[in-house]
């Protein structure tokens, strides 16, 4: 009885505290579980897809069965061997949480996962007044071991569509996500759809995923080639099977073309009202670009702050980045087919919902995707490259060409000796992983927020260098008031795929955007944006610009031509392309310590990342009783932790190190041996070699054998 009790009373506060906010609350307060599931299984039924619904394992017939309702089942892509996943209260995407501007959000996150520790980063909000909050694992705070509860609380500010994910491994596109929106505190006219998009694959988890991309991805006994972007460029090597909105997609057989007919999210409009699209990636590495059959799209926001409204055809959306779209339900009662296409090509990887005006009959949509011609061409919003094929009539509208809205704040003006400015180039160079100016990206191993005594930024190992690349924790040291420029690169020899970087702890200004340059004929890449000096190797297709810098050196301090000192667009997340830069700027306002990374999550975890330490001195103090976490040898002074905690980060080097030592030894002892026994044998006429000794040894005995009489 008295369990029975605490479990009612429990589901209580539980229903109570997850209710939706209201514009009066002052504090608003949720629980998110965080667990394993599995996708297409019911409690302990497996089921199978079926011309758009899901039937229990063992329903042979299906026209007269109730099929099992999809809000019971993580149906993700419809593979029907169940695959592991992470879920949040039992979903994936997790449960929004919806706020108003200025409240104080608190979350009971509890870690019910059964071998993996987690951390829930707050994606888009500055945390002002909280740094020790931003959910990054041994950055920001330790890792919340399993069982164990951490309550997160910081202020909802700034508004707009966000989202809420791990910060651990690759637990974010396991499932471990869901939307975090923050809208303006007054009663909103418009109603909204929630909408996430990511890739995905239905054989792995996505810690195998990025296992394969490191060490070697294959279709049976042949090595798979990496796939390749409309402008040339090639993406890292994830297997995608399917895409998803909102965890439900379709597997698409890349052999017949066919799909596993599974069910896909359907968003309901009714004729004659708009809507509000809130669209966030959530993927692992696939840029999409989201179209609606027969609508346009209002574009009006991106990573939650105003842009001066677009109608376009489409737009493009990395992991990291959301964007908001006005939709206006002006067609005919009908259903219309959502479309989120991946930017490769020669493969089918897309992803697609439904929208359904009321009073439309339950079919799936026989829409066609908009033909764009010479008289009627496409608009596309935020191309990672600069033009499209000319075959395809369609235009590129890139982030640099946007406008921020007039209520934004301007940018701040710079002051003398005030300015700081850095360059920093994102790459994979050669076969060495994901880096940062050539620096790997090493995790602490305490929250240097919080334990800060405990930890420094070293990153000047004699491996560092030029033309070389190195494993450390890259920082960079900017000072609180002061104006920061980064130039964000993706060039050189280690240039690649357009990187979304995401910058914690502020919002910033996109002030320029520079593109490498395309064959206008082909829209084929051709070669790096010269704006930038790469230094280094003299042929800077083969320099790693781990050093990069402005051609024009009367462009420093701030002094680079066009500049857009007017309405920047502000965003917290932004694409380098492929061969290009992008020029950012923020006021240093948030004392802290703030991670900056490519949300590409396989190369966050490699080493894409780096951290910016802003005047940790002034940073607000956490709570008292806030959870530290150190490591731990008990061996009084015998060893150096730092240097145990190094070799663990270079098991590779260390391996191959040990290797190369070994036979370096081992062939000096040969030959040593060696020159040892030719010396003795030289001496000892006994012990000559084998063929010559046997032949002696024959000849001996041959003098010695009894002449035979004839
Ligand atoms: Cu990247």
Known sequence: MTWWLIFLSTVFIRTLMCKECTLEDT????????????????????????????????????????????????????????????????????????????????????????????????????????????GVPFVTQCPILPGQTFTYRFKAEPMGTHFYHSHVGTQSTMGIFGALIIRERKKHDMDEHIMTIQDYNHDWDSLMSYMKDVYGLYNGRTSASPPRAIDGTEFDMFHFHSGLINGRGRFHDPETGTHNNAPLECFHVQQGKSYRFRVIAVGIMHPFRVSVDNHSLL????????????????????????????????????????????????????????????????????????????????????????????????????????????????????????????????????????????????????????????????????????????????????????????????????????HPIHLHGHVFYVMKMGYGKYNRRTAQFSRDNLDINCRGNIDREQSYCNNPTWSNPAWRNGNVPDLELDRPPIKDTVVIPSGGYVVIRFLANNPGVWDLHCHMEIHNIEGMRLLVNESLSLALRPPKGFPECRSFTNLRGELNTRELEDSCMKTADVTVTVYWIAVVVLSVLLLVIGIAFINQARRNPDCRPCRKSFHDKAQKEHEHLPVESM
């Open 27 to 134: 504090e608003c307060v949720f629980f998110l579980e965080v667990d394993h599931r599995l996708t297409m299984m019911r409690e302990g039924d497996l089921v199978y897809p079926k011309e758009g619904n899901i039937y229990k394992y063992d329903v042979v017939n299906t026209s007269n069965a109730v099929p099992v309702k999809i809000d019971e089942v993580i149906t993700a892509d419809g593979w029907e061997k169940p695959r592991l996943i992470g879920a949040v209260n039992g979903k994936m995407p997790g449960p929004a949480i919806i706020v108003y501007e200025g409240q104080y959000v608190v979350v009971h996150v509890k870690n019910c996962l059964i071998n993996e520790a987690l951390t829930i980063h707050w994606h888009g909000v500055t945390q002002k007044e909280s740094p020790w909050m931003d």
């Open 299 to 498: 574009i009006v926001a991106s990573d939650g702050h105003s842009i001066e409204p677009i109608a376009a055809e489409s737009v493009i959306i990395s992991p990291g980045e959301t964007f908001d779209i006005i939709l206006a339900a002006n067609q005919i009662v009908s259903n219309y087919l959502i479309r989120a296409e991946a930017l490769v090509v020669g493969m089918n990887h897309k992803t697609e919902a439904i929208l359904r005006y009321d009073g439309a009959i339950l079919a799936e949509p026989n829409t066609s995707k908009k033909k764009c011609t010479k008289t009627d061409r496409c608009l596309v919003i935020n191309c990672p490259f600069s033009i499209f094929p000319p075959s395809q009539f369609t235009d590129c509208l890139t982030f640099n060409e946007i406008k921020g809205t007039s209520d934004n704040e301007p940018p701040s003006k710079i002051e003398e000796g005030r300015f700081e400015e850095y360059f920093l180039n994102f790459g994979i160079p050669g076969e060495n992983p994901a880096s940062v100016n050539g620096k790997v990206f090493k995790t602490p191993t305490v929250p240097v927020l919080t334990q800060s005594a405990e930890w420094y930024f070293p990153c000047e190992e004699p491996a560092c260098g030029e033309e070389r690349v190195c494993k450390c924790t890259n920082s960079i040291n900017i000072k609180n008031g002061n104006v920061v420029q980064l130039v964000l690169t993706n060039m050189g020899l280690g240039k690649g795929m357009p």
